[in-house]
């Protein structure tokens, strides 16, 4: 097993502590270190002698090299791109949240949500686990085909209720209050779900790699694949939805009150709500499931059932 996902499987047994942790992870001053920075970190970890059982929480040396250590697939061991890695997913997705939020023309929502689910997706797509394998075709290029398919399938949801608001004329003060206050925040954590589900079926297809305790694999499970996208998906809808929901919600309340007075002073109020929304939410979402996922001996398939003794069983679950 991977030194960080056995940091995560030992400390981050509740929601609070994976909050904590996550809260460190995603600090954007980790995307400074060096490619040489990170392949030292490593080996630091490689070779430190600690194992799950002793406790780790309170070394801060070993805690950021962990950190640093983020930036490096669990699965393939390899340097994951600056733009993919965690702690860049808050600064680059932000300002694409804002843009696809404004609800004002059907072919620029088209295009911004295009935009955001690309991003998303291939975030997911790189960040997701490492280990499912087919033989049959190149999995990365089923992979990267599937994800354009939900990239524009995505976006056309998303401006859909616009075009069909524009053509048929219907831009009564409900209608509006429907299709640009109320529609987008659930469109929008569905499909991010929806994307998710799409660029990593092959995980619940083919299966992914199960570990005992020690780290040995026991197996490749398709019942681990379908939880780990399960709980990935269900994630990144709760992240996307409540983003969009919430600063909807408290624009609403600070238009009546008049809190802000011109347009300037509303789209101020507008983008520091959906970066303290968004912000809050990041390390919230990623927290609500663990890192390193658990699941029952009982759940998986009979040959796996048989090839061990252990009662509970892990896997790398991806972001």
């Known amino acids: 097993m991977d030194a960080n996902l056995r940091f995560w499987r030992t400390e981050g047994q509740s929601f609070f502590q994976r909050f904590l942790l996550w809260a460190d992870v995603l600090d954007p001053l980790l995307l400074l270190k060096s490619s040489d920075e990170i392949r030292r970190t490593r080996l630091l970890i490689q070779n430190n002698g600690k194992t799950p059982s002793e406790p780790i929480q309170n070394d801060q040396v070993f805690w950021r090299a962990v950190c640093r250590k983020q930036s490096v697939h669990p699965d393939t061991d390899k340097i994951i791109p600056v733009l993919f890695r965690a702690p860049a997913f808050l600064p680059i997705s932000l300002p694409l949240v804002i843009v696809s939020s404004a609800q004002h023309q059907a072919k620029h929502t088209f295009f911004f949500q295009f935009v955001f689910h690309t991003y998303t997706t291939a975030f997911t797509l790189i960040n997701g686990n490492g280990t499912a394998k087919s033989e049959e075709y190149s999995l990365e290029q089923k992979q990267i085909f599937y994800g354009l398919g939900a990239i524009s399938y995505a976006a056309c949801i998303g401006a859909l209720p616009l075009v069909f608001m524009n053509r048929y004329t219907l831009k009564s003060?409900?209608?509006?209050?429907?299709?640009?206050?109320?529609?987008?925040?659930?469109?929008?954590?569905?499909?991010?779900?929806?994307?998710?589900?799409?660029?990593?079926?092959?995980?619940?297809?083919?299966?992914?790699?199960?570990?005992?305790?020690?780290?040995?694999?026991?197996?490749?499970?398709?019942?681990?694949?379908?939880?780990?996208?399960?709980?990935?998906?269900?994630?990144r809808a709760a992240l996307f939805g409540t983003t969009f929901f919430l600063p909807a919600v408290l624009m609403h309340f600070v238009e009546r009150a008049k809190f802000a007075k011109t347009p300037r002073a509303l789209a101020s109020v507008r983008m520091f709500m959906f970066t303290s929304v968004l912000a809050g939410m990041l390390p919230v979402s990623l927290s609500m499931f663990p890192q390193c996922g658990e699941?029952?001996?009982?759940?998986?398939?009979?040959e796996i059932q048989s090839a061990t003794e252990e009662m509970e069983l892990f896997y790398n679950r991806g972001i």
């Open 295 to 302: 699941i029952k001996r009982a759940d998986l398939e009979p």
């Open 173 to 235: 003060p409900v209608m509006e209050l429907v299709v640009k206050k109320l529609l987008p925040a659930p469109v929008l954590g569905l499909m991010s779900a929806f994307t998710v589900a799409v660029v990593r079926s092959p995980e619940f297809e083919n299966g992914i790699e199960v570990m005992d305790r020690n780290g040995k694999v026991v197996g490749v499970s398709q019942k681990a694949g379908e939880k780990a996208v399960k709980e990935t998906a269900l994630s």
